[in-house]
């Protein structure tokens, strides 16, 4: 069975993606978790971040790096993980995307807003990958999208990228039917 993991972006929390699995009309043989990340937001009183995103690219991925941790003994008691799709926005995606650099066996990548912050390390197999970016992103901003495409191509994955236009730091409904066929394909 496959699980389709949504991992949300900083400030926000699991529940936030309701909404849009809502939208996706998946079907009911597919589980669906949206877990919580496991720290506070430091400006948010209900948010949570998966890392702390203060100072710079270099110190934010030395924090990722510990979070990954974390997002595996998660991951874990949800479930599989070679029966998992990982579907991130921002914050979401990026450790979706590191996590999978550093070896994550799941069956797929669905980052929305993400990022990569170094070129990964090459290897034979990658799981499927989908990147969604809006041209106009204001937070991350897309010529970031097109680099971590050219790091996975250049490590051996084969990702697919979509972008859209005029929608910034979301995610649009143009993404929506994308998104599903990424986690379809891999349901039997």
């Known amino acids: 069975m496959t699980t389709a993991v949504f991992l949300h972006g900083l400030g926000a929390n699991g529940r936030t993606f309701h909404p849009i699995i809502n939208m996706l009309d998946l079907d009911t043989n597919i589980h669906v978790a949206c877990p919580d990340a496991p ?63 550093k070896g994550l066996p799941v069956k797929g990548v669905v980052s929305i807003a993400g990022k990569l912050y170094a070129p990964v390390k090459p290897r034979d197999s990658w799981p499927s990958m989908v990147l969604l970016h809006d041209n106009q992103d204001p937070v991350i901003p897309v010529t970031q999208a097109q680099q971590t495409y050219q790091w996975l191509k250049d490590a051996g994955a084969e990702p697919e990228a979509f972008l859209s236009n005029d929608v910034g730091h979301s995610i649009s409904a143009q993404m929506l039917p994308i998104i599903r066929q990424a986690i379809m394909s891999h349901h039997q």
């Open 39 to 101: 720290y506070p937001h430091e400006g948010s009183e209900f948010g949570k971040q998966w890392y702390s995103s203060e100072g710079n690219d270099e110190q934010k991925k030395a924090r990722l790096d510990k979070s990954i941790e974390r997002l595996v003994q998660a991951l874990q008691q949800i479930g599989n993980l070679e029966d998992m799709v990982l579907i991130g926005f921002s914050q979401g995606a990026i450790i979706a995307l590191h996590a999978v650099a």
